[in-house]
């Protein structure tokens, strides 16, 4: 996966312009946001990040020479672009504006638009995709771009879902780039190491967060992923202790979720870890099960307490018949074996009606919450009662 989405913002008064020119930049490969009016425009530069921008310079309340000074101002480093009705002499002397003012311009489009010229010129900016670097992402943990996001984990209680805890998962806000997600980030983490720093960071985020809520007054759980790669420090489950009673929270608080892969590198020193991490009172939960190489011998073998479904199957509750089989099946050997089941990727009413009757202990997905900023969750968790049992 690549960090190099090509995002275009349109700002222009006429819709049919706006329609026009957002159908020609999706199929040339753009994600695209519309804005008609400078608020809109304001916004979307702040939340949309976009790479590209087409700029009017003619509309009825701010007019596009105003809209490049603001740009000036906010630093962007997105590519503009300007388009307008008037004589060329009008648009290089908009395009020397923003040239004065540090910002990066792309030409101009002379109105009306033509087809061959819209698509060669938004052509011209696409960027290939690319991966992160390792600079890059040492530089991220540095400069403090990670942030961690919480989805809502739910347990049926008195016939409700209701939101118990949270998993945290990382993301990288990317100075140019925006948000991006872990998939494309973890894998060179893993590979340089760099994994460490990475974890460390959202464990100690994500348990200070833990106490922040608790001290308004929400009581969460907290599940984390854990790489394979960082099982092997024996004294991970002391240092982790630590952090709790650093925050007066008992250990069943956090959950660790490591993916079947880990189990494998180094058995008995994996069982060493995992095992004191259950002696401790962390929970353990097997992630993403059923996919990849799934080993049922690691489910008995290591001390889980938790088997987390993965999203795949939650996906497909609603339409297959053999994901409903093979979840009910796996709910059953799981409480055959003393384990508590979540089930991930639940996205449809139906999904959940499912895993009701199913008996899945826990649900997650973006029909119950998705993965948003810490300050959101206890607004989630408050109105959670709320949300009645499917059907
Ligand atoms: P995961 O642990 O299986 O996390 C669940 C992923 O499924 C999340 O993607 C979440 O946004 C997504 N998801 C949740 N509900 C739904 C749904 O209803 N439908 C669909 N289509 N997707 C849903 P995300 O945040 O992109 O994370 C991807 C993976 O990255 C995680 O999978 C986890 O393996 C890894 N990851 C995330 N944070 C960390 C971290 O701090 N450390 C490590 N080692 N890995 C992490
Ligand atoms: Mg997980
Ligand atoms: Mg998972």
């Not at 060329?88 to 003012?101: C, K, P, T, W, Y």
């Not at 942030?147 to 993301?171: F, N, S």
């Not at 833990?210 to 009581?219: E, F, K, M, P, S």
Request: proline share 5%.
């Amino acid at each position: 996966m690549d960090i190099s989405a090509n995002r275009l913002l349109v700002v222009d008064d006429q819709p049919d312009i706006l329609d026009f020119v957002g159908q020609v930049a999706e199929s040339v490969g753009y994600e695209v946001r519309l804005a008609n009016d400078a608020a809109q425009f304001r916004e979307a530069v702040r939340s949309f990040r976009p790479t590209l921008m087409l700029l009017d310079l003619q509309m009825p309340q701010t007019d596009g020479i105003e809209l490049i000074r603001e740009l000036g101002a906010t630093g962007t480093r997105a590519s503009i672009l300007i388009s307008s009705g008037m004589d060329q002499r009008v648009l290089q002397s908009a395009e020397q504006l923003g040239i004065a003012h540090g910002l990066k311009m792309a030409g101009f489009l002379q109105k009306p638009i033509m087809l061959a010229d819209l698509e060669a010129i938004l052509g011209q900016h696409l960027r290939a995709p690319r991966v992160p670097t390792e600079d890059e992402l040492r530089r991220a943990i540095d400069r403090a771009q990670l942030l961690v996001h919480y989805q809502p984990k739910c347990m049926l209680a008195d016939g409700r879902w209701t939101v118990v805890g949270v998993e945290g998962l990382i993301r990288w806000e990317h100075p140019e780039f925006g948000l991006v997600y872990p998939d494309a980030f973890i894998p060179l983490a893993e590979k340089t190491g760099l994994i460490a720093a990475l974890t460390d960071f959202v464990l100690q985020e994500g348990i200070r967060q833990l106490g922040d809520w608790r001290a308004q007054g929400t009581d969460l759980d907290l599940s984390v992923n854990l790489s394979p790669h960082l099982v092997r420090e024996l004294d991970f489950p002391d240092r982790l202790s630590d952090l709790m009673r650093g925050h007066a929270l008992p250990n069943a608080r956090l959950t660790l979720e490591i993916t079947e892969t880990a189990a494998l590198e180094d058995p008995a020193r994996t069982r060493d870890i995992l095992t004191r991490l259950r002696v401790k009172d962390f929970g353990l939960s097997l992630d993403d099960f059923g996919t990849g190489f799934s080993s049922l011998t690691q489910l008995y073998r290591m001390p889980f307490n938790e088997l987390k479904l993965d999203k795949s199957l939650g996906i497909e509750l609603h339409q297959s018949a053999e994901a409903r089989t093979i979840v009910r099946s796996l709910v059953e050997l799981a409480h055959n074996l003393g384990l508590k089941v979540c089930t991930e990727g639940v996205e449809t009413a139906a999904a959940l009606k499912f895993l009701e009757l199913a008996g899945s202990d826990f649900v997650q997905g973006y029909y119950l919450g998705r993965p948003v900023a810490a300050t959101a969750i206890p607004a989630l968790a408050a109105r959670s009662p709320a949300l009645a049992a499917a059907g």
